[in-house]
């Protein structure tokens, strides 16, 4: 599947910005079945200096330096992609959660894995969150069906309900709340799933905006997106689920790239000198080629 996307932020000041610096993750992943076929990244007004390289995780992460006034910055994606994500395995012959979890049964990628069991600053440990999502993995249980398991519970439990979060709701709150968006839905499951000890990790990215003809349209679009990263043990490797949408990700998302949490993939972070009070509008558009 090919796919454009038009991605724009823009903040507008009270009154003009002297000088800032603004880290971006706007640019999409190359990955084995992510193929970038043609990007572009746009400041307006146009940044004094730049700067491109890759952060811990492995992505694309952008620097731009302003030095001229400004009373509205606003920067914009155009990109073309290609994207063909593997079929996930058989959910019988993943192996036991209990395996998985810690990364124990070893393999190339293990130690990477292992790096996202741990709480990270938005994704805390909490008791009822982990009992909440424990009740997806009995003893025994293999490791893809528990989660199938937990993603419907959630499309069943949670409603989707924009404005009642923030992006630092905790996650006990969004589960006694019972509603929340994509990053609310991803931030528990994951907290949920280290508390086990299965390694998972917080994906961004895009979601098809208009869906195939007679079939429903994905909550969470035209904006950002977020989803989960499950670690299956070695054989399997990571596959990626969507809480918001109950689905195994296969051809309807574009990877912006993974971390522990929200925060390691903020799309527009900055300092400003100067600006005072400011609004800020986002506009997304993913469509099929």
Excluded at 92 to 112: F, L, M, N, S
Excluded at 187 to 215: C, D, F, K, N
Aim: aromatic residues 8%; proline residues 8%.
């Amino acid at each position: 599947m090919r796919f454009t996307i038009e991605h724009t932020t823009t903040y507008n000041y009270a009154r003009p910005v002297d000088l800032a610096c603004h880290m971006l993750h706007l640019l999409p992943r190359e990955l084995p079945y992510q193929k970038i076929v043609g990007s572009e990244l746009i400041g307006d007004p146009v940044a004094a200096r730049r700067t491109d390289a890759r952060d811990h995780f492995g992505n694309h992460v952008c620097w731009l330096f302003l030095d001229v006034p400004h009373p509205r910055f606003s920067v914009s994606l155009h990109a073309e992609v290609e994207v063909e994500f593997p079929p996930p395995p058989d959910p019988e012959t993943t192996p036991a959660w209990e395996i998985v979890a810690t990364a124990r049964d070893g393999g190339p990628d293990a130690w990477q894995a292992a790096e996202f069991v741990f709480q990270s600053p938005m994704v805390a440990a909490d008791p009822e969150v982990a009992a909440y999502v424990a009740q997806s993995f009995p003893p025994g249980r293999k490791v893809l069906v528990g989660v199938i398991d937990l993603l419907d519970r959630i499309r069943r439990d949670f409603k989707f309900q924009s404005g009642v979060t923030t992006i630092a709701t905790p996650v006990g709150k969004v589960l006694a709340q019972k509603a929340g968006v994509c990053q609310d839905f991803s931030h528990l499951a994951i907290s949920g799933l280290r508390s086990l000890g299965i390694p998972a990790r917080y994906v961004s990215g895009y979601i098809r905006t208009r869906p195939p003809p007679g079939q429903v349209r994905r909550r969470g679009s035209d904006q950002s997106h977020a989803w989960v990263g499950v670690w299956l043990g070695a054989e399997h490797g990571w596959v990626d689920v969507d809480p918001t949408n109950n689905l195994i990700v296969h051809d309807e998302h574009v990877v912006l790239g993974w971390g522990r949490d929200y925060g390691d993939l903020s799309p527009v972070r900055g300092i400003i000198l100067g600006g005072g009070k400011h609004t800020l509008s986002v506009s997304v558009d993913l469509e099929a080629v």
